[in-house]
Each structure stands twice: as C-alpha cells, then as structure tokens.
C-alpha cells in the first residue's frame, strides 16, 4: 500500500485550519494510503513556548487527532522527538542543503518577522528538519497546506542532492494539496493561527464558535447594514463554501450582494453548519480526553514502529556515507 507522511506542531488546542487544511484531508486519504503523523514538537521549540505546557499540549494533539477520525490501525500516530533518528538525519541532510535554499524560504522571513527577539539557528534550518521528517519513512506523498509546498520542494531538491552524492536512495514524494488549501484567519488577510490568535478551536463549543464568527473581519468595503456586500472577498464567504449546503450559500451570496441579509445574520447561518459538522468531533475529544492511557498506547505503540522504520533508513542511509564500520 502506498504511504502518506504529515504533522501538526502541538502550540495549543488544535484550530478549524488545522482540520480543514490538513486532519480532514489524512482521513479521507488513508482509504489510498497508510500514514504516518506525527506530533512535531521539535518544530514546536524554534518559537518560544510555556515549557510545563508542552507535554499537555502533545496529549492534546494526540486527543484531536484521533477524534478528528485518524485510525490507528490505518496509520501510525508517534511524537517527533521520540524517535531520534529525526534530528540524526537533519544533520546528515545539513551537509547537502544549500544556505541560498533555506534563504529563500518566505516561511522563515514570516516567522523572524514575527519573533524578532528569538532570530534563531532552528528557524533557519527548520525546513531541513522537516525533509528529514518525510524522508525517514519514503512516503509516497504528503498531505500538505499551500504554505508548506515551498518546503516539500526543498524535499525534493535535497533527495536529489543526496542520490546524486551517495547514490540513489530516496524518493522524491508528491505533493498532495487539500481541497481546502489556505484556510484563513478571523481577521480575513492571514492564515488561521493560534499565535496571531485568529483562530477558531476545533474542540470550542457552539456558543463560543458563534461568538467567534460575528467578531470575524467580513468585506471590509461593507460599512452599514444597508451597503451591498462582495462575497468573492469575505472570508466569511469562503468558510460558508466548505460548511453550508450549496443551495443555501449561494442564496447567502446573492442577497448579500443586494443587501438583502446583514453580516451578522450571514455569519449565524454559518454557526448552524459549522456546529452541526463538528459536533461529533467535539463528542469524541471528550471522550478520548477520558481514556489518556488509550492515547499514551497509542503514541507509545506509534512510536515503536516508527523507530523501527527510521532506524532502518538510518543505517543504510549513514552505510552509503560510509559512516559504517565492520564492527559496528
């Protein structure tokens, strides 16, 4: 069977971007494919972060994973860190990736700008940890949102790199976009995010969820009640396109466009489908928030397998470097 590679940085309670953008994307696809996803908690540590709260957070994500419908008998669910071959292989890959590829990376220039305090060595060559990430397992493909293509090319050029060094070795993954490709944030202009707290969480209730929405950014050209709306720039619009029958948004869309309906009556419409969607999930994070032996076998099984699999890679990876001894 084919395989499939991703992750989700545990900075918190999962959101609505990283379901729409990425979970609900994996489970569709583990019908195709067998996956691996992981929690990226080395990812998580380029940024600064409440260190008593890392460990919860990990559990929080393995929480949300499940309950968002990933199986762990169709997948492998493990925490980064715990598989040590991880940062071993980023080394390795380190000696091949060109300082002018890693300057290129608009992730990074988003993130310094964001932390200028905290400029640090990780963010720089965080998009070679995270070839290493993928090309540990040989996944066939990955599942990715639009920010993250820039870093699976990368990927790519530095399996090349490698093959072309020490000899043909890794694959180069295909790229899988989700339907849902840049998921925004409530303030309409940037991508959902815990850290620029735009976001919604997955595990909110139903009145915090409406209460989010009617603080959301709408067309910013739409002052009064009484002032036609443009649904093509409001991203109320577009989130109303992945949750609301077609019928009934497109209806949303046409009166908004002769003022017909106000945000606020266009923003509960959304809250109704939103909320009828994600109600089973919520049901299941507290269910699995009940069973946290469950999940910690989950990860610890998870993790087993997937040392198994990296430490494979490992040794003949460091074998064609000639890194090898006979006695070894």
Known sequence: MKTMLSGIQPTGDLHLGNYLGAIKNWVRLLDEYYGYFFIVDYHAITIPYDVASMQPRILDAAVEYLASGLDPSKCIIYVQSHVPAHTELTWILNSVTPIMELERMTQY???????????NAGLFTYPTLMAADILL???????VGEDQVQHLELTRVLARKFNARYGEY????????SEAKRILGLDGKRKMSKSLNNHIPLKATAEQTEKLLLGAVTDPDRKRRSDPGNPDVCNIYSLHKLFTPAAEYEECAKQCRCAGIGCVDCKKILA???NAALTPVRERITAYAAK?????????????KANEVANKTLREVKSLMGLIADWQ
């Open 292 to 304: 946290k032996d469950f999940v910690i076998d989950v990860l610890r099984d998870g993790a087993k």
């Open 170 to 177: 890794f694959k180069e993954p295909k790229t899988l976009m």
């Open 109 to 119: 220039k988003d993130k310094a700008e964001q932390h200028k305090e905290n400029i």
């Open 137 to 143: 397992y040989h996944p066939d493909a990955v599942p």
């Open 272 to 274: 109704k489908h939103m």
